[in-house]
């Protein structure tokens, strides 16, 4: 029962305490509690081994994915899983913390470390859940209910978390409970107005403004914003979800300087678990009049995730952006994001070469934008074939789309491939795959028809459907040459 374990960590224990370790097994007799999960759940085990052949032969493309570290997967599956530690370090609601304390606390020094910033200007919490949660608690934090918040509307490339909601709907949550009004990029460049955030700011007059994207392939000008929010007196909060990795590395400009507030989520760019961060400034800061004020937003921050919000913090998770950060930290890492951007220039490059058009006319980061209306295809039709052919990707609206429903672009990102080790050669491949697939796409499209449901049938039909075939295994095996982080088979 034990002999993966024996075999693998058996040098750790000394031979004392493996003796004890033993003598435990034999008196085990649940066999629940100690079976693997392939021998006592093969059914699940299957669908796992699945995913992760799918993974491994596919190419991945979604901008927000990644592939983790072993060190992140041995946290996350720890004994840390097992604990409860409501609170925060040294001021829990539950005994026998000792050990996630350390851990919380080594979490938060290096969180700090990674983006050299200060203990005395700043404060962390890494228990938010994931960035959803992260992102609801900093306006639980600062903003009144119904107070004003803005960010980049869904469409032009924010996220739900900004305010999303349509004329329909109230979608997203921090629209429910907070008014939010949107800023939007500029239909003809693609590039966010930022005069007009300007004006509609001082007409809405927010508490807190947004800065984040996750469909965005431009720096963002942090500084225009920090002048914006100290024009109308509001908190600047940046969300580096999509880009803390890059951040972290020093190859994109940081937030820190003119924010706030920073929140991100830890398994995009910065490869860690999934999981959520909220750096928040501490000291003083100025007003328009140039009073200096002390900031107040540590224990609001800190109560707003528990607990307003949350309960007991994932621990093993906790443990996992540990060590994320510290990789981080790394020349080699510093390496790996450089590359990812070199990646995702190469692929816009690529493409554009080949007649597509990239909204903005390139891209600075880990992703890039297509927008395929010239290219004659929609971006569902263009996901769903790049699927069927194994390549991972999302369709996305581009600036000026009519329907949110119908988008017309597709969101590449490289942070994923470049784990796997491909670089600017590689992706001059990809791009040729994608190139053929969208080019097939478009030949079963002429004969489906507009409507996404008879392309999808028509993709499985005949002729089309062996050419499919043919490009998938092409892919493929192309793509399973690349080595994966990770457990051999799941
Ligand atoms: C900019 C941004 N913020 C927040 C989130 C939310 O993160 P999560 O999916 O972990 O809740 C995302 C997710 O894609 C994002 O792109």
Redesign the pocket.
């Known amino acids: 029962m034990f002999s993966r374990f024996s075999a693998t960590c058996k040098h750790l224990l000394t031979e004392g305490s493996q003796k004890v370790l033993f003598r435990q097994v034999d008196r085990m007799s649940s066999k629940i509690l100690h079976q693997t999960v392939w021998d006592s759940d093969p059914e699940l085990f299957e669908i796992i081994k699945a995913e992760k052949q799918r993974q491994l032969k596919g190419l991945e493309l979604i901008a927000?994915e990644n592939f983790t570290s072993m060190a992140v997967l041995n946290c996350l599956s720890s004994c840390l899983t097992n604990k409860y530690a409501e609170g925060l370090p040294g001021a829990r609601y539950y005994g026998g913390t000792q050990f996630v304390d350390q851990i919380e606390l080594l979490c938060q020094k290096r969180a700090l470390e990674a983006y050299k910033i200060s203990a005395d200007e700043w404060g962390v919490n890494v228990q938010p859940y994931?960035?959803?949660?992260a992102?609801f608690a900093v306006y639980t934090a600062i903003v009144e209910p119904h107070g004003r918040i803005m960010g980049l509307d869904l469409p032009d490339g924010g996220?739900l978390?900004h305010g999303f909601f349509t004329p329909a709907k109230k979608i997203s949550a921090t629209s429910i409970f907070f008014e939010s009004m949107p800023y939007k990029v500029n239909q003809e460049t693609g590039l966010i107005d930022y005069e007009a955030l300007l004006k509609t700011a001082r007409l809405f007059k927010p508490k807190i403004i947004i800065a984040?994207?996750?469909c965005y392939s431009r720096a963002l000008d942090y500084k225009k914003f920090r002048e914006i929010c100290d024009d109308v007196g509001a908190y600047l909060m940046a969300?580096m979800?999509?880009i803390s990795g890059l951040v972290a590395a020093g190859v994109t400009s940081s937030p820190f300087e003119y924010s706030d507030i920073v929140?991100t989520?830890t398994?995009?760019s910065l490869r860690g678990p999934?999981a959520?961060v909220i750096f928040f400034r501490k000291g003083f800061r100025t007003n328009a009049k140039g009073d200096k004020i002390p900031y107040d937003l540590e224990s609001k921050i800190n109560q707003a995730v528990f607990p307003c919000l949350q309960g007991g913090p994932h621990e093993n998770a906790i443990a996992a952006i540990a060590t994320t950060f510290k990789q981080a930290s790394t020349p080699e890492f510093k390496e790996y994001a450089q590359q990812i951007i070199n990646n995702a220039k190469q692929l816009s490059e690529s493409l554009q070469s080949k007649g597509y058009k990239v909204v903005t006319g390139g891209t600075e980061v880990h992703m890039l934008l297509l927008d395929l209306r010239p290219s004659g295809i929609s971006g569902a039709k263009a996901e769903y074939i790049l699927e069927e052919v194994s390549i991972a990707c999302n369709k996305n609206t581009v600036p000026g789309d009519k329907s949110a429903l119908n988008p017309s672009g597709i969101r590449l990102g490289t942070p994923a491939l470049t784990t796997r080790g491909l670089k600017e050669s590689d992706m001059q491949q990809v791009a040729a795959f994608i190139d053929q697939a969208i080019k097939l796409g478009k030949e079963i499209g002429k004969e489906s028809g507009p409507k996404l449901v008879d392309f999808k049938k028509s993709v499985h039909c005949g002729e089309w459907n062996s050419k499919v075939e043919c490009l998938r295994n092409e892919i493929e095996a192309f793509s399973e040459k690349f080595p994966m982080p990770g457990y051999d088979c799941y």
């Open positions: 927000s994931s960035g959803s949660p992102n996220h978390t984040g994207v996750s969300d979800a999509h929140t989520t398994h995009k999934r959520g």
